[in-house]
């Protein structure tokens, strides 16, 4: 087992925004996390890259704990995050961000102005080629669109070369087209690690969720289990009310 989570818990301003009594992920598995607004799914990603401390609970990662560690401990552990919002350079290329993310356990500030290590250039462009931004490497990252700009995060996370991702809601605000090529991606990058992703877009869900799909209500697991079985529960339609609701009533 990769990642054990037991009765974790955290609370703001006296709101208990997270209490998962359990929560397992196997090496190679593609996880999603589904569930209306607030109910404690990026709080629990926070947790899991150190930007939140939990009030309780002990959280295992490849046999390390890592309560009390920084987000930097645990970023050199092997969990990388992609967050909603893509975070890259605009001002340096395509080419240029993904030599940084190699760099990141280093001086990112000098990377740059250093030679650069054999094969590294290479890997680039493979890693280029795998999220669809060969022809774009040396464009500055700001003139993407907002789907290359979530594919280039996501590359940049890999670069890093973690166990475990941790992806934010990657379908937002892409295109039909866009979004089944984002979900292709995740698809293949499970193969060689694990992936934990947030996801409202009901069609998107279906198409990644080869295997559990986990509900969280109020900061609680309300159910896990295949997609179809999922999509069916009442409690778990009852949670959709709107847009997510209409999308499950659909599938």
């Known amino acids: 087992m990769l990642l054990e989570v037991n009765d974790l818990a955290v609370a703001f301003g006296g709101v208990q925004a997270l209490h998962l009594q359990h929560f397992q992920l196997e090496e190679q598995e593609l996880r999603v996390i589904i569930g209306p607004n607030g109910a404690g799914k990026s709080t629990f990603m926070d947790i899991l890259c150190g930007k939140t401390q939990p009030d309780t609970g002990a959280i295992l990662f490849n046999g390390h704990d890592l309560t009390g560690l920084t987000a ?14 893509p975070s890259v350079f605009p001002g340096l290329t395509v080419f ?16 740059l102005f250093r030679k650069m290590p054999a094969g590294c250039k290479e890997k680039i462009e493979a890693m280029a080629e795998r999220v669809g931004l060969a022809a774009a490497l ?3 990252a700001g003139a993407l669109s907002h789907g290359q700009k979530q594919w280039l995060e996501i590359a940049i996370v890999v670069l890093q070369d973690p166990r475990l991702l941790l992806i934010d809601e990657p379908a937002a605000g892409m295109s039909d087209q866009e979004a089944e090529k984002t979900g292709e991606l995740l698809l293949e990058l499970s193969r060689q690690h694990s992936v934990i992703v947030i996801e409202h877009d009901m069609h998107f869900v279906k198409q990644i969720a080869n ?17 179809e079985t999922v999509k069916n529960d009442q409690r778990v339609i009852d949670c959709y009310l709107g847009r997510a609701n209409a999308q499950l009533e659909k599938l």
């Open 211 to 227: 295997r559990l799909v986990s509900v969280l209500v109020n900061g609680k697991l309300l159910t896990e289990g295949p997609f």
């Open 138 to 140: 040396h464009r500055p």
């Open 96 to 111: 240029e961000n993904m030599w940084l993310a190699t760099r990141m356990k280093k001086d990112v500030f000098s990377a």
């Open 72 to 85: 930097v401990q645990i970023a050199e552990l092997g969990i990388g995050r992609k967050f909603q919002q």
